[in-house]
T-cell receptor, first 119, second 111 residues
């Protein structure tokens, strides 16, 4: 199946610094990518929908100035956690949707996840 | 809005036991239904899916049937293995493109 890759898979940073996480679709073009946050032993919380060439659509309660999303190309979306604090420590997962055909929306593939620890 | 309700975990079974994880949904329109599996420290992998009523998705011995009349998509496996230990998520997707996930059910299979 299609491959979605995230980088880095884990990162430790100091409080107050910014961290960038990349999400790439390796073998297909994705006009839409999604960013999720997952707390320990909990489900995925959709943070935002990343649209290539336009602004991201954020879910209610997600600070857009805190979590900057850029979808600069059809194969790359980035999530930047700005001025990170310990409460931002979490597992961040991206997904990308393959192009749909015949009225179908395409299939969703997930990255491996990126674990952020803010000290 | 759309929602997915999964059987609460954790679920602990012995190897070769029968597995059922219940999933019911609420959605407008005609959603596609999915089961994803997440192994420790990893992202989600698609396990199986069904795109219309009465479809049965199957993979690696797991099965789930799209039941429109009961709005359910229960996951079953006849004989679990230790390697099936993971977190399982039921999800739905509508034509709008966004996916809605259940809370996940942790399965532990003991030898």
């Amino acid at each position: 199946g299609a491959v979605v890759s995230q980088h880095p898979s884990w990162v430790i940073c100091k409080s107050g610094t910014s961290v960038k996480i990349e999400c790439r679709s390796l073998d297909f073009q994705a006009t839409t990518m999604f960013w999720y946050r997952q707390f320990p032993k909990q489900s995925l919380m959709l943070m935002a929908t990343s649209n290539e060439g336009s602004k991201a659509t954020y879910e209610q309660g997600v600070e857009k100035d805190k979590f900057l999303i850029n979808h600069a190309s059809l194969t790359l979306s980035t999530l930047t956690v700005t001025s990170a604090h310990p409460e931002d420590s979490s597992f961040y997962i991206c997904s990308a949707r393959t192009p749909g055909t015949g009225g179908n929306t395409g299939e969703l593939f997930f990255g491996e996840g990126s674990r952020l620890t803010v000290l | 809005g759309n929602s997915v309700t999964q059987m609460e975990g954790p679920v602990t079974l012995s190897e070769e036991a029968f597995l059922t994880i219940n999933c019911t949904y609420t959605a407008t329109g005609y959603p596609s239904l999915f089961w994803y599996v997440q192994y420790p420290g990893e992202g989600l992998q698609l396990l199986l899916k069904a795109t219309k009523a009465d479809d049965k998705g199957s993979n690696k011995g797991f099965e789930a049937t799209y039941r429109k009349e009961t709005t359910s998509f229960h996951l079953e496996k006849g004989s679990v293995q230790v390697s099936d230990s993971a977190v399982y998520f039921c999800a739905l997707n509508t034509n709008a493109g966004k996916s809605t996930f259940g809370d996940g059910t942790t399965l532990t299979v003991k030898p």
